[in-house]
């Protein structure tokens, strides 16, 4: 992403259109807009190809694209379950390595990296019936990044219908509600409830997530999943719309310091 956001820089500081930048390469307009927002890997050939379009003439700069290019294609750890992860996953799984905010609203499970481990596997067990335990652990791994030394903010929306429902029986929803609330504790996890009683909020329509890289020349990150895809909305006025939305969710949900308070309810209803 960082170095699809540079070479946009330089395309667009010389005014070349990214139908022209796609003949550079031999390839469309289309490629040139995923290579710009880091949807795609980069060969070297195009970052040379794109730099004698583009003017860049200085040795050390062309050595820098270079050099980020070839970091860029190295695999991430994530690459390691490549057989239990579905293409459009990978991208946000790598995206979400980087990102030093995720936002997010969900309505019908516990969002992903704050799921127990028997929560998880229930919840994975929901859609599928091989290899359940590589695909727990992949879970497990992602949560990862909320125990580094500088972990990104998770901002949540949990739907109460969501801590309702009984995945996984009474037990495996006792342990996911107490490590929710343990979950309310550190400083860089927000979490909020939207009520049942609610009569209506922003994002009726589903789940909802938008990632913020740390490079904050970098574009959000909408993420949007289906049953068997994704959706990666990168217009402006479409990333305008879903920050409003989960802004708007923040508002009309519970306040994060009456989350403990909602949690312990739910479970004593269990």
């Given at each position: 992403m960082v170095l699809g956001a540079h070479l946009r820089r330089l395309r667009e500081s010389r005014g070349i259109s990214r139908e022209r930048a796609g003949e550079a390469i031999r390839a469309?307009?289309?490629?040139?807009?995923?290579?710009?927002?880091?949807?795609?890997g980069f060969k070297p050939r195009d970052i040379v190809d794109l730099c004698a379009l583009y003017g860049v003439t200085d040795e050390a700069e062309r050595a820098t694209l270079l050099d980020l290019a070839r970091q860029a294609n190295m695999p991430g750890w994530w690459h390691e379950y490549?057989?239990?992860?579905?293409?459009?996953?990978?991208?946000?799984?790598?995206?979400?390595?980087?990102?030093?905010?995720?936002?997010?609203?969900?309505?019908?499970?516990?969002?992903?990296l704050l799921q127990t481990p028997d929560y998880a596997r229930a919840v994975i067990e929901l859609g599928h019936t091989a290899e359940v335990e590589r695909r727990l652990e992949l879970r497990m791994r992602r949560q990862e990044i909320l125990r580094r030394p500088h972990p990104p903010h998770?901002?949540?929306v949990i739907d109460e219908a969501a801590l309702r429902r009984p995945i996984g029986g009474r037990a495996v929803m006792v342990t996911q509600l107490r490590h929710l609330i343990d979950m309310?504790?550190?400083?860089?996890?927000?979490?909020q409830l939207m009520p049942l009683q609610s009569a209506g909020h922003a994002a009726a329509g589903g789940p909802v997530t938008l990632l913020r890289?740390?490079?904050?020349?970098?574009?959000?990150?909408?993420?949007?999943?289906?049953?068997?895809s994704a959706l990666y909305p990168d217009r402006r006025e479409d990333l305008d719309h879903y920050r409003d939305i989960l802004?708007?969710?923040?508002?009309?949900?519970?306040?994060p310091d009456a989350t403990p308070s909602l949690l312990h309810d739910i479970l004593r209803d269990l």
């Open positions: 469309s307009q289309s490629k040139i807009s995923r290579l710009e927002l880091g949807r795609t490549a057989d239990v992860t579905p293409s459009w996953f990978e991208p946000y799984l790598g995206l979400e390595q980087a990102a030093s905010v995720i936002r997010m609203y969900e309505v019908q499970f516990v969002p992903g998770l901002w949540t309310c504790g550190p400083a860089h996890v927000t979490i890289m740390p490079e904050h020349h970098l574009p959000d990150v909408v993420y949007l999943e289906q049953l068997t802004n708007r969710l923040a508002t009309q949900a519970a306040p």
